[in-house]
């Protein structure tokens, strides 16, 4: 970026004791700074997830054999076909079934010839035998109105016909004609598809804005452009430490069948917000709900109708009502307002009643919503914030050496220098080392080989490129051995000497890496000797030396790597999962303060 002129001083007289920068007008319309009002508004947040469509588990049925027999008919005869409640499916041979049958009769007869008895007992006592015979055909799967013509007909029957209990699509057909059963065993799996189970995986990051009970919308590549509706009925408890996700369960009607299992899903939540991560929901103010069925909402206390669990009042699951008695609006600022780098956001305010003076301060981020961000902390409503400019605003506090986005505050001196000598010494970096100990600037500037090479070869692994990746280690091998160790005396030269045979042990797998996996292994290995290398001895540049580290590498052994930038690039997975890993340590370069060969970062390096 262009730099902008100054006009006027710096001076200690900030919000949190830091320089205000001021700008004349001529140099705020060059740089074209704006600046825009934090503000307390409800903003909605769309909370993204995909996922895929599932059979409705309370709508599934197991058609088995309630008695041993043979199969000799089956009326369905492949998966996929659509039964109503009451079709008839099965016709079972079963002498057991048979043996039961006359057990009722011969009671019904014997309670016939006992009626006129004047004993009382014997009358009840061949009612009873009469109703545990009708009772044991029940449970073997025989209607009422099949038990009422055994003893009206009073002929028994060898064969049982089973029937669909429920209305749906076949999924599973276990048994063929002929075949003989046992009890329990299973004929037919039925599914009602005319209510389904979509399950979403929300990150981790999204949490705060789910809620039991909310709305989400679908779309599907089958039905292009159409969108489908259900609610949030079970949110997982337990986190995923791989995929850093929660399982999602929506409930989904489908009454047009449009929907199929295994259908792959896009959904969206749309959560409005108030202040404490509250997701207003003016329909739900007041009102109670079922906690496993959310379509049950009721104006009062009672039961669900479907399970007869109790319901609970809506704001206990985290809503609240959208009046401004129910919430308070959150404190946002627009997206372009904040300068983010890793976990620290900075903005630049400008000072009351004095245009043109500006200062920075460290806020604390919430949520993306909109065109907006949440603020939590280290902003007051009204505050102006740059929101255009505020780049060429930090490369000017950067130039002048001031605290910016790149460069916080410190409280002590940066490690990176010596305060007894700046000119070409540094302290030794890492607790094995001895801080009393110097590093001589000649033999800093021999590790730029090494530290250019294997960046080389990490971007090469990005993307990848075994072929480039060899290139790079034939650079690093080179400048390993260029690198002069007599420049180094006492435990300096023997940590050196440790840090050397680790290096040349990796160099040396690596010549024998047959593959760009093995090649990767051996690269992790090498990361680990030069992530030392820097800590002890430093580096020169102009940017930053980031350690990253990939849980999820070498079957989620783990495994760090050393870049430069913020934006992760993962040299273990590659092109396959680019951005996974998260940052770790940060080094930064040893800049000489009276070299004047040496010149500010650029802006652009953010």
Known sequence: MDLIPVTGETQAEGAQGVPILKLSESARKIAQVQVSPAQRKFVTAEVRMVGKIDYDETRLAQISAWVPGRIDRLFVDFTGTRVQKGDHLVSLYSP?????????LESKKSTEEL???????????????????????????????????IEETGTPTDHLTIYSPLGGIVIRKNATEGMYVETGMEIYSIAD????????????SDLALVRHGQEVEFSTEAWPGEVFKGKIAFIDPILNDMTRTVKI??????????????????????????EGDKVIAPQLAGKWICSMHPEIIKESAGTCDICDMPL??????????????????????????????GKRALVYVQLPGKEGEYEPRDIVLGHRAQDSYIVLSGLNEGDLVVTNGNFKIDSEVQIQGNPSMMNPRETTPPPSYNPKSRDDLVPVRGDDNPSTSSIPAEFRNQLDGIFSSYLSMHKALVKDNLKNAKEGFKAFASALDKVDMGLLTGDLHMAWMKDLEDMRKSAG????????????????????????????????????LIRYHCPMAFNNRGADWLQRGEQIENPYFGQLMPRCGEKKEVFTPVVPASSSKIRPPLPHSH
Do not use: C
């Open 96 to 104: 057991e079934l048979l043996n039961a049958q006359k057990e009722l």
């Open 115 to 149: 009626k006129n008895s004047t004993i009382e007992s014997i009358r009840d006592s061949s009612r009873q035998m009469v109703e545990a015979a009708r009772e044991k055909l029940r449970l073997w799967g025989l209607t009422p109105e099949q038990i009422s013509q």
């Open 193 to 204: 598809l005319t209510h389904l189970w979509v399950r979403l995986e929300a990150y981790e």
């Open 249 to 274: 369960r929506v409930n989904l009607p489908n009454p047009e069948g449009k929907l199929k299992p295994n259908m792959f899903v896009r959904a969206i939540v749309h959560s409005t917000i108030a």
């Open 312 to 341: 609970v009042k809506a704001e206990t699951l985290g809503y609240v009502g959208g009046t401004k008695e129910d919430a308070r609006p959150p404190l946002t600022i627009p997206l372009s307002a904040p300068l983010i780098t």
């Open 509 to 544: 797998n690596m010549t024998k890496a047959e593959g760009i996996e093995q090649f990767r292994a051996q690269f992790a290995s090498l990361s680990e000797s030069l992530t030392q290398v820097a800590r002890r001895f430093g580096f020169n540049g102009f940017e930053p």
